[in-house]
């Protein structure tokens, strides 16, 4: 089961503004569309800091904002949210395919 | 905020009454007025007055448009017709067309924009008071002229 | 190529859409370049029709009252092939949306959009919008004028109105010209109708302040009958008193209808009369010759009258049991004897409603050339349409339909469901919308099953903005969110209906996503089991009240 083994915990997010890609903001202060490279924030006033430091960053993104996320035994991160999974996965069904002509 | 200034009109340190105040001083001739001021009042007054400021809160807040569109069509209004508050360049074309000639706005790059801002559009579909015609009539009298050679 | 019979733009019209891609290009470029703030910039994509979503940017592309050629329809598959990941959505207001676009990439897909005459302009943004009409204007039996000349006209109007551009919230416009309403002209900020008076004028109803989201409301008859030259005039006059007096102090309260319902329809009307009696003889009033120039490019094909009983076609329905509910439900009677308006189900069993593939796309424009005079529509309802089908040819169009998946015998049925994007792809959403329909559509696939149930309109939004038209389903569907977990609140007895439109009532607690099915099966339950013949569903609820619904239901779930 996932447990929330060390607080509040979160990362900081955002859609880059020249494609619109959802990315997350690495322990080196770089957005990455890689989730399990975002910097984690531990405890609220960790959160704060990684928020400004995104903020700071945001020339090449758009209005970041901290995701509440949940770390699995192994460390896999995981949004709490179905809307900020669905933002890190992906459609939850399949989209018709350009050369398709059914749907299946 | 530097005033880019069409019009040619009062002094940019000339002193624009609030409506309240102005209306204490009718032969005054510079008022402001919020969004919510009733600009049909002014109709008796607007062949003195020489500078009417108009106010957007924020640049996303229309209500100005109308104001402007009021005074230079219904009420005739000639003098000097400033926007004032959140005056950027994307909206400026918008602003000529609703007949503002003066502009206070702190946006770097304004100027140059004002400038282009009559040519960005070569065609217009509304006929407003910058007297523009509208492709409606170009293609009326287009048809006209065609019909006319037959 | 074949002639289209639609508006054309002209010179000027090019002109004007090409500038305004210039415009959009160097707003874009100072965007990345970094002189525009996102605050800044955002309305100013947003007139453009590019929105930011959950996963990227999506552009939504005006059809103007929902008409196509095939050509566009084969550069709208190109665009979502190059600039996309090729597929499209067709929505319920008469846009295409790509869902993958990059912001880099916009200005140049707006620039091949401007090549076959369209663009995205005022899609979004607190504007007047894409002006809807009518799907079947110009083909169907009751029409009394089409209204896609008024439409058009009002494009023209409303396409970078100085004044207009920055309206309280967003503004939207519908047009019939038929007295069965296909056009929802009752749930619309501004509704037109057009319709004939005891004196055999045509003129128009003007309606006011409808409109669905998080406050439904049925609009208010502000005029009943408005001289068709003096449209524009009213419309000025309408629009500059919801500019002025429209709220702006709370998003939720600021469209048209709160406004109307803050001071009363007495009010709005007075106000309205009062800026009309300034303006209508000004330079808004149409001239005949403008109004004539318009609808002569809306001039129908010639369809010479042919036999309307072809034997191949009756072959065809007695041997055929799909094609014969094809006919029952997919085709609607044309003016013209001998012909036929078909709809294309984009509501294949299990598929998200409204997409479409670019093949696809191509299908369908290659159908519409060989059988519909190069045309096609949008409707409301997310489907395509070929307004223009000989019956002759109809076991032909069944045929390639079938090539392409789009020949689901639905149209109107349970599984002809209306959704909104919902939480797979939009920023606004709770809920998602197009999972519930796919297991939906899925559960009732059964053809003769769907037509036994009969008309049946489920509409699904995945939030109170009700993209989805929730409000005015039989079967309304609204996701919410309550601690993180999706659930669906049902609601019955929602109509559009000309004469009949009614917003549905909510029929109790809502339901996990995994009941939905079982409830909608229930809700189908208590119907066949209640109706009494000739009897829809919504006749049915209306006749015995939703508490037998209700009780079904909730001994379910």
């Known amino acids: ?104 | 905020m530097p005033l880019y200034n069409e019009a040619g009109g009062l002094p940019a340190t000339y002193v624009a009454l609030s409506f309240a105040d102005w209306r204490q001083r009718l032969d005054w001739p510079a008022v402001a007025l919020a969004n919510t001021d009733p600009v049909e009042d002014l109709a008796p007054h607007v062949g003195r007055l020489r500078l009417i400021v108009l106010d957007f809160p924020k640049f996303s807040d229309g209500r100005a448009y109308s104001q402007a569109r009021l005074l230079r069509g219904r009420l005739g209004y000639r003098g000097e017709l400033r926007a004032t508050g959140g005056v950027l360049q994307d909206q400026v074309a918008f602003m000529l067309r609703c007949g503002f000639d003066s502009f206070e706005s702190d946006q770097k790059g304004f100027g140059e924009a004002l400038a282009r801002a009559r040519t960005l559009f070569s065609i217009v579909y509304q006929p407003t008071e910058d007297g523009r015609a509208p492709a409606s009539l170009l293609r009326l009298k287009r048809r006209n002229v065609m019909a006319s050679k037959r | 190529m074949p002639d289209t019979h639609f508006y054309r733009y002209d010179e000027y019209d090019r002109t004007l859409v090409a500038e305004r891609v210039d415009q959009f290009r160097d707003q874009v470029r100072r965007r990345l370049a970094g002189e525009l703030t996102e605050e800044q910039f955002k309305p100013l994509r947003l007139t453009n029709g590019l929105y930011l979503q959950l996963h990227a940017y999506m552009l939504r592309i005006a059809i103007p009252y929902g008409t196509l050629s095939s050509r566009q329809l084969r550069k709208l598959a190109e665009i979502s092939r190059k600039y996309d990941r090729g597929y499209g959505h067709f929505t319920t207001r008469q846009n295409l949306q790509l869902n993958w676009i990059k912001l880099e990439d916009a200005p140049d897909a707006l620039a091949a959009l401007a090549e076959v005459d369209m663009h995205a302009l005022q899609t979004s943004g607190n504007c007047i919008r894409n002006v809807t009409a009518d799907h079947f204007a110009g083909a169907a039996a009751d029409e009394i004028e089409d209204p896609r000349i008024w439409a058009e006209i009002v494009r023209q109007w409303s396409t970078l109105h100085p004044e207009f551009t920055f309206l309280p919230r967003k503004f939207k416009i519908a047009i019939t010209g038929s007295p069965n309403d296909r056009a929802a002209v009752r749930v619309h900020d501004i509704g037109l109708r057009l319709w004939r008076n005891a004196a055999g004028e045509v003129g128009f109803e003007v309606i006011v302040g409808g409109g669905l989201g998080r406050t439904p409301m049925i609009g208010k008859t502000l005029r009943a009958f408005l001289p068709k030259n003096e449209l524009l005039a009213y419309l000025e006059a309408t629009l500059r008193v919801y500019n002025r007096y429209g709220r702006r102090d709370n998003l939720y309260k600021a469209r048209i209808k709160i406004l109307v319902h803050e001071v009363g329809v007495e009010k709005m009307r007075a106000d309205v009369e009062a800026e009309y009696a300034e303006i209508r003889d000004g330079l808004l009033g149409l001239s005949d010759e403008t109004v004539e120039a318009i609808a002569r490019q809306f001039a129908p094909p010639h369809l010479p009258p042919r036999s309307s009983l072809v034997a191949a076609v009756e072959a065809l329905r007695l041997e055929d049991r799909d094609f014969a509910l094809w006919l029952k439900s997919n085709v609607a009677p044309h003016r013209v004897g001998g012909h036929a308006i078909v709809t294309a189900s984009l509501k294949p069993a299990g598929a998200p409603p409204g997409d479409a593939s670019a093949v696809q796309m191509e299908g369908m424009a290659d159908i519409a050339d060989a059988f519909s005079h190069g045309e096609l529509r949008v409707s409301h309802e997310q489907n395509l349409i070929f307004p223009h089908v000989a019956i002759e040819d109809l076991p032909a169009v069944y045929a390639a339909l079938g090539r392409l998946g789009f020949a689901e015998a639905n149209v109107g049925k349970i599984t002809d469901i209306i959704a909104c994007p919902g939480l797979d792809y939009c920023a606004l959403a709770n809920a998602r919308s197009i999972p519930v329909a796919q297991r939906i559509s899925n559960h009732f696939a059964d053809l003769a099953r769907q037509h036994d149930i009969g008309d049946l309109k489920i509409k699904i939004s995945g939030c109170i903005n009700a993209c989805g038209h929730h409000h005015v389903g039989h079967i309304g569907i609204l996701g919410v969110d309550k601690n993180g977990v999706e659930l669906y609140q049902l609601s019955l007895g929602g109509d559009v209906d000309f004469g009949k439109t009614a917003l549905g009532t909510i029929l109790g607690p809502a339901v996990t996503a995994d009941k939905v099915v079982e409830a909608v099966d229930a809700l189908v339950a208590t119907y066949l089991d209640a109706r009494i013949p000739g009897e829809r569903f919504v006749d049915t609820h209306r006749r015995i009240g939703a508490q037998p619904f209700k009780e079904r239901v909730y001994a379910l779930v």
């Open chain 1, 1 to 104: 089961m996932a447990k929330n083994l060390s607080g509040d915990l979160q990362v900081a997010s955002a859609n880059r503004l020249s494609d619109g890609v959802v990315v997350w903001l690495n322990d080196a202060g770089e957005w990455t569309t890689r989730l399990d490279l975002a910097a984690v924030a531990r405890e609220g006033r960790a959160g704060e800091i990684l928020l400004q430091r995104a903020r700071a960053e945001a020339f090449s993104v758009i209005d970041p904002f901290l995701v509440a996320v949940i770390e699995e035994e192994g460390g896999v991160i995981e949004p709490l949210s179905l809307r900020e999974k669905i933002r890190a996965s992906g459609l939850t069904f399949d989209a018709i395919a350009a050369e398709a002509v059914r749907y299946a």
